[in-house]
Each structure stands twice: as C-alpha cells, then as structure tokens.
C-alpha cells in the first residue's frame, strides 16, 4: 500500500476501493472498473446483497468492513457512505495512508469538516470532495469563459423529492453543490448572508433561498448570488444565470447547453448611446439585438463523475493538489452551515 501520493510513478495501476455502494457508490464502483490506470480491488456495504451484486458484475473482493480493506492493499478509496459517517470512514483511511475522495458534502457540520480537513493536513494522503458540478461541461464552458467578472449571480436547483439523502437537508444535499462553485467563481466565501428555509416532510429543511453577498474585487464591487434550491419541485431544474458588466450568460445543465451575451457594440458606439440615452432622445428605434453578439456556450463532452475520478487518480498518482480539497469542501460546508443558521434566525418553520 502507497503512504505517499508521489512515489506512484506514472504509470503505475492505482488499487481502489469504494466504500458505500448505493445509489452513487455503484456508479463509482463501476469507473473504478472501467478507468484506465484504476484497478477495483474491492467494495464494502453493510448490504451482503449489495456487495455481491458488486463481485458479480465487477468481479471485485466483497469485504464487510473498512478494515478488511485497507488489509487487502488499497492505494486509494472513494467514500460514498451517508454523511454522518464520512468523517469516521476517512480518518480511518487517511490514517492508514490510503488517498480519499469522499462524495459531498465533506461532512454534516463545520466541525467535523474541520477535523477532516486537519487529518489530511497531517498526514501524506489526499483528501478529495465529489462537488462533481465543477467537472459538468457547462461548468467547465462557463470557468473558461475570459474575463468574466460576476456581478450578479443566479442559480436555481430544484427536483421532485426522491427519499434519498433525507439524512441533511436541502442546503447540505443539492444547494452545496452551487456554493461550491460559487466560492470557486469568487475565490471566497460569502460574506454576508440572509436565507429563508422551510421543513415540510422532516426536521430539516426542503426548501431554502439564500441571498450571498460576496467580497468586493479588485475593482472595488461586491457580487451578489441569488441561490434557491428546492426537493419538494414539480420538475427537475439545474440552471444557472451570470450578469457581468461585459456578459450575460445563461446555462441550463439539464439540457447541457448555455448561451453568452456580449456587447457587440465598441466603445465610442456605446458612448454615443448613453450621451443620447441622457439627453433624452427616444431611443425606440434602436435594435437592441443589434447592438449585442449572442453565442452558444461551448459546451463539451464528458461524463463528470469520469471526469472527476480522473482528477484524483492523477493527484494520487502525481501528488498534485486535486481540484476539489478538503479545504474547499470544508469552506462549502462553513457556508451551508451559516445558510442554514441564517434560516432559523429568519423564523423558519423547521418542524
């Protein structure tokens, strides 16, 4: 077993766990199997029928405990077990030397996610959270758009409630994954916050919107993020809108697509406009779509938790920094905390 993310060499075959094969862990049992450069040695499930479901399309090992694992010799382990758990199952693993990527949230609380994020300080192993939505392909189409500098910011999540993850609320379950890249746009958290919640079929809240407001830039402006995400909706939606003083850009990842508004117009044409705005001419005969450029966003292939997994397999294999760490996970966590914190001080009924 490897201690030590840069002794792999290159080409070296990376033996992996997963440990939680449900819904999400089956999908990462599946790319540890079929990745190239990723060996799956083993899965473990508190389900008997779970794993052996795993051996019998996978032909892995089946072990019942995390410790019959890490004794079968395993280099890295993706965690996929409820919330809760998360902070026992990794710093088992990291103590043992064996590189984590634990699916999001990194852990229930700020205080657990700190714990987490001081032992893989501590020790030679990395620790990686599955915010997947960075490696979406409209999210990677959006990060690679020059010079966009967000002044205002909305997303909506919402989906009809599936009963699964009902151990953490809506702001620990699906809004996470837009603070995550919130706070990987701004290269900040938050710094000031005003959230509404309600709890309908829990204690914890199915409903949340929250109003960030982020630190100003270099240019001395604040950004402002409208965030709603709902598990009680008619439909699913994942989209999300961006308005800078140079773009406007709309991006859909249900459908995969986006579309970016620029001005088309130079500077001395927009001169010339706003000097006969104030002055008061009526302007009604201008062509507004004439006076901007609208693109498709360039959005390419992938599947995010492929992507992802490749990721880590390269910081594990490299020793490089992964593009989600723990103290980005940490940072998510901190702020779904303050959201949820804000809600109860705003008089939310959480029942």
């Given amino acids: ?22 819904r999400m ?7 540890c199997s079929q990745v190239e450069g990723a060996d799956l040695v083993g899965v473990v499930d508190a389900s008997e029928a779970r794993r052996n479901d795993m051996v019998e399309q996978y032909g892995c090992g089946a072990f019942a405990s995390v410790d019959a694992l890490i004794a079968a010799g395993v280099d890295a382990c993706v965690v996929a077990t409820p ?11 990291l103590a043992a030397g064996v590189h984590c990527l634990v699916e999001k949230p990194l852990a229930p ?9 001081d032992a893989a300080a501590r020790g030679t192993a990395i620790l990686q959270v599955g915010h997947v939505v960075r490696f979406d392909p409209v999210m ?14 909305e997303v909506d999540r919402v989906s009809p409630m599936t009963f699964r993850s009902v151990d953490v609320g809506v702001v620990l379950d699906m809004m996470i994954h837009d603070l995550d890249v919130l706070i990987m746009l701004m290269g900040s958290e938050p710094e000031e916050i005003h959230a509404n919640a309600v709890s309908v079929l829990g204690e914890a809240e199915d409903v949340c919107n929250a ?4 630190p100003a830039g270099l240019d001395g402006i604040r950004c402002t993020a409208n965030v709603t995400a709902s598990r009680l909706a008619l439909k699913t939606e994942r989209k999300m809108r961006i308005i800078s003083e140079d773009a406007y850009v709309s991006a859909d990842f249900g459908e995969r697509r986006g579309t970016v508004v620029r001005k088309a117009v130079n ?16 302007l009604s005969g201008l062509n507004y779509l004439e006076l901007v450029k609208v693109d498709a966003l360039d959005v390419g292939q992938g599947e995010p938790l492929k992507l992802q997994l490749e990721n880590f397999l ?14 980005a996970g940490f940072a998510a966590v901190r702020t779904a905390q303050r959201i949820v914190e804000c809600a109860r001080r705003a008089g939310a009924r959480m029942i």
């Fill in 1 to 22: 077993m490897t201690n030590n993310a840069s002794a792999l060499p290159s080409t070296a075959t990376i033996r992996c766990g997963v440990i939680g094969v449900g």
């Fill in 25 to 31: 862990g089956r999908h990462h049992a599946r790319l």
């Fill in 83 to 93: 919330t809760v758990t998360h902070r026992a199952v990794v710093e088992q693993l």
């Fill in 109 to 117: 609380d700020e205080t657990e996610a700190r714990a987490m994020a």
């Fill in 140 to 153: 990677v189409a959006i990060r690679n758009i020059p010079n966009l500098t967000p002044r205002f910011v």
């Fill in 211 to 214: 109003r960030l407001v982020f």
């Fill in 267 to 282: 500077a001395a044409q927009l001169a010339d406009i706003r000097a006969r705005f104030k002055s008061g001419e009526d």
């Fill in 314 to 327: 390269n910081a594990v294999r490299t020793g490089s920094k992964p593009f989600v760490d723990a103290q």
